[in-house]
């Protein structure tokens, strides 16, 4: 990789793996200890070098995304896997900033809930934008869920790991609910999709040890409209033959960023779709 220094290597291969990451949320998940000044400066000598761009918008925070030149640096060092895919052009990363930044700013509150307990979750604990192919219990009808990320966070009790992962699924509220709700029912045909000739072994073993828990993640709108799209979804998901029959098989739960930033992971911040309302954390009922 081109001659940088140790904090704008990490920066640049964040901003590699996540497409686009603001300012401040580089700094936080990066080297939280560094002066936003500092920060800046940094970034802005990688954009001077051609590794990293900017995009600014009048009242929206300084987003940064790497170059053709900063992809090929990250790629030819070989520290992390080779995305498939490169920023489309600005018009379109306007359009999807909003969105990325509030999948970054989620995996961001996992990110600082395990620097604070000694768990493990790092910036490139999770993985945007992973699609997962699927046919109807028929087979005859092809299909795919994409999950806006798949993250990994691993819990440290008194010296015993334990690994959990979520499939990360944002909404800005940007689609009616009952639209979100249907959603849903890609990630329990993928659940249940077996191959042919897997003699029923389910698809998702190969990837997953057991099936991840689908955390659904309301924001885009003040707290008051998100607590009532949350309730609202719940009544569309249970009112889904489909949906409504899964909750032995398909875990979901659903929480607002808002919440989930004010609280943590670990705090009793979302709502199981299915069945009596009850407030647990993300990774499963209190005990």
Known sequence: MTAVDVFQREALIVLYWHRLVSTEQVRRLVAPALSPVTVRAKLADLRHAGLADRITREHRPR??????????????????????YRLPGTAVAHLLQEHTLDVVETGLVFV????????????????????????????????????DAVLHYVFEEAGRRTQRTLFVELDRATMPVARLARKLVGYIRYHDHAPAGSSQRLAWRERYPRFPRVLIVLSGAEPPVLERRLADLRAHAQAMPVVSTAGGRVDMVVTTLPRLREHGPVKPVAMPLLGDPRWVTVF???S
């Open 112 to 147: 600082e809930t395990a620097r604070e307990r000694g768990d493990e979750c790092g910036p490139l604990s999770w993985t945007p934008e992973v699609a997962h192919q699927f046919r109807d219990r028929a087979g005859d009808r092809r299909g795919v869920v994409i999950a």
């Open 284 to 286: 499963g009922r209190l």
């Open 63 to 84: 987003t940064w995304h790497v170059t053709p030149a900063g992809a090929e640096a990250v790629e030819a060092a070989g520290t992390v896997d080779a995305r498939a």
